[in-house]
């Protein structure tokens, strides 16, 4: 099998959890990065849900794109279905992306089903800072996934002026700068 490509948009960038072969900058267009997602596990509980990320549709988007030798591809797809499909809240599909140098790529993306009952829509900067703030899953505080999102993203010299609106009403003194250990980063190539 030849190898194959997969787009991450939210921790999948600095926490993809395969093995991966390079990772480049990559825009995918007709999805943006949104807080679209409601987390009733990992981010909240079914009484005080949270918001995670999703790929909903408009805009584009940048990530990073990780290429996957073809002779791992059932244990990455396997790995990731287990990952991003628990609820199915968000669908596997193939998208054109372009790389940072401008070379088009066909992805793995995960986009999120608008029809599921865990879909938020489009919010508002005081609607999600409403949700998120006191909402508590198996992974931790959901503020603490949105303020480690933005640092990770400013990290990487990706701005996202709405989820950072988000951060800063969620903790005024965040900066998203300084706080993530480079080498926890993606490289080129990462070992499993």
């Avoid at 991450?8 to 825009?27: D, K, Q, T």
């Avoid at 909903?56 to 059932?74: E, I, L, Q, T, Y």
Wanted: glycine letters at 10%; one cysteine or more; a positive charge.
């Amino acid at each position: 099998m030849d190898d194959f490509w997969v787009f991450g948009y939210g921790s999948l960038m600095w926490r993809p959890g395969f093995e991966h072969e390079e990772v480049r900058p990559a825009r995918l267009f007709g999805y943006h990065r949104a807080l679209c997602v409601r987390s009733s596990v990992h981010r909240g509980t079914p009484e005080r849900p949270g918001l995670v990320l999703g790929l909903d549709r408009g805009g584009s988007c940048r990530g990073m794109a990780f290429r996957v030798s073809g002779r791992n591809h059932k244990t990455v797809t396997d790995y990731l279905r287990a990952r991003e499909l628990v609820t199915r809240v968000y669908v596997e599909t193939s998208h054109r992306v372009r790389l940072e140098d401008s070379r088009p790529i066909n992805a793995m993306a995960y986009i999120v089903d608008r029809s599921h009952a865990q879909y938020a829509g489009a919010i508002s900067v005081a609607e999600a800072v409403n949700r998120v703030r006191g909402a508590v899953g198996q992974s931790g505080p959901n503020e603490a996934y949105v303020l480690n999102t933005v640092a990770h993203l400013q990290a990487m010299g990706i701005r996202d002026h709405h989820l950072e609106e988000i951060a800063a009403a969620i903790d005024p003194g965040t900066t998203g700068s300084g706080s993530i250990d480079p080498d926890a980063l993606p490289s080129g190539r990462l070992r499993a």
